[in-house]
């Protein structure tokens, strides 16, 4: 049977929300767990008043809740106002010095930022992978397809890996049991040797297994990698970085997203403007494509989504509310896949299950 995803036709992204079932925080479980810390935790307390100030400040001024990513954010500018490196040092150096004399110090705010990125490889980190078993679910896609399948994940986790472990995974660095694996883009391409790859997984802001050695990327056992030489992206406003592996990466996201039929999206918030601009164009580009989300909470709609992405015509958006979990059961089969592809152009309702 000849399906109608074809290859290359199919492109996932997965965002926290596909990983929070394998109990691996989400952003505000992240600020509940630093919260509780400020209170019972001796070596977190003297940032209390810090963080309360920082929530107070990003609360009024986003007109919502605190973030991991908002107050990791916040914490660089302070540093760079510090330091006098941040171009607006000169408007509000009186600030800075009022800061600096209620003992808010640079030290204090490098001292909470170290807290924050240490704790960050716990979270990350569960003690066992099976709360995430129902990532098997894209190996009986792939099998069913047939072909590669093209994930993109912004999380740092080890969840498809874990999981997905009896099918060959690409993630550029070929035999990982070997010394000096370094990754290669070449890996993904067929530049570089021939691939027998069932699944090609962009880590687009980088792993937990991740550092550098001699200027080189290497995966290695997270175990021998302290929180500071993890080659992730988190806690900076720029999100899309001008090197590789991100660069790479985030230029296959665009190729495949610009080539795809159906493009589905699991456990993304849409809080990144440059994936948003991606698959926005995408779909601008060609009305055809069918968008697929998964989402936990009913209260983003196809409006809301569509002012996200920047569409500007009535695109073909699929929304699932629900688990993860549920979703990668139901929806992630060739045959639900398929359904959503029409060559003739016709218009899919939404659905809301």
């Not at 990982?176 to 687009?204: C, H, P, R, V």
């Not at 290695?220 to 080659?231: F, G, K, L, R």
């Not at 296959?252 to 403007?273: N, P, Q, S, W």
């Not at 601009?277 to 998964?294: E, F, T, Y």
Request: with cysteine; aromatic share 12%; net charge negative.
């Amino acid at each position: 049977m000849k399906h109608k995803i074809q290859k290359d036709d199919l492109v996932l992204l997965l965002g926290a929300g596909a990983s929070a079932e394998a109990k691996i925080p989400v952003t505000f479980q992240m600020i509940t767990d630093i919260e509780k810390l400020l209170d019972t935790d001796e070596d977190w307390m003297k940032f209390k008043g810090l963080y309360s100030y920082i929530k107070k400040s990003v609360e009024i001024t986003k007109k919502g809740n605190l973030n991991i990513e908002d107050l990791v954010n916040t914490l660089d500018e302070l540093m760079l106002l510090m330091q006098r490196e941040h171009p607006l040092f000169p408007f509000i150096e009186s600030w800075v010095e009022l800061m600096i004399s209620v003992q808010y110090e640079f030290k204090i705010v490098e001292d909470f930022k170290y807290q924050i990125t240490n704790r960050l490889k716990r979270w990350v980190i569960p003690q066992n992978f099976h709360g995430a078993s129902y990532y098997k679910e894209l190996v009986s896609l792939q099998q069913q397809f047939q072909q590669p399948l093209r994930i993109f994940t912004l999380n740092y986790d080890k969840c498809v890996e874990e999981i997905c472990n009896d099918v060959t995974i690409e993630r550029g660095f070929g035999d990982e049991s070997k010394e000096q694996n370094y990754w290669d883009w070449k890996k993904f391409t067929d530049l570089g040797e021939e691939s027998n790859a069932d699944i090609y997984l962009y880590k687009l802001h980088g792993s937990i297994d991740w550092k550098r050695e001699d200027e080189k990327l290497i995966a290695c056992d997270t175990h021998h990698i302290s929180h500071n030489e993890m080659q992730i992206i988190f806690g900076t406003r720029y999100k899309l970085q001008s090197y590789d592996p991100y660069l790479f990466c985030t230029y296959e996201f665009r190729d495949y997203t610009l080539r795809a039929k159906v493009i589905v999206i699991c456990g993304y918030g849409f809080g990144d403007d440059h994936i948003n601009q991606i698959i926005g164009q995408a779909i601008n580009s060609n009305p055809k494509i069918s968008l697929l989300v998964n989402m936990y909470s009913d209260e983003e709609n196809k409006d809301w989504l569509a002012k996200k992405l920047s569409l500007k015509r009535e695109p073909k958006v699929n929304i699932i509310y629900g688990n993860a979990s549920d979703f990668f059961k139901n929806q992630l089969n060739i045959n639900f896949l398929d359904n959503l592809v029409n060559e003739e152009g016709d218009e899919y309702d939404e659905l809301m299950e």
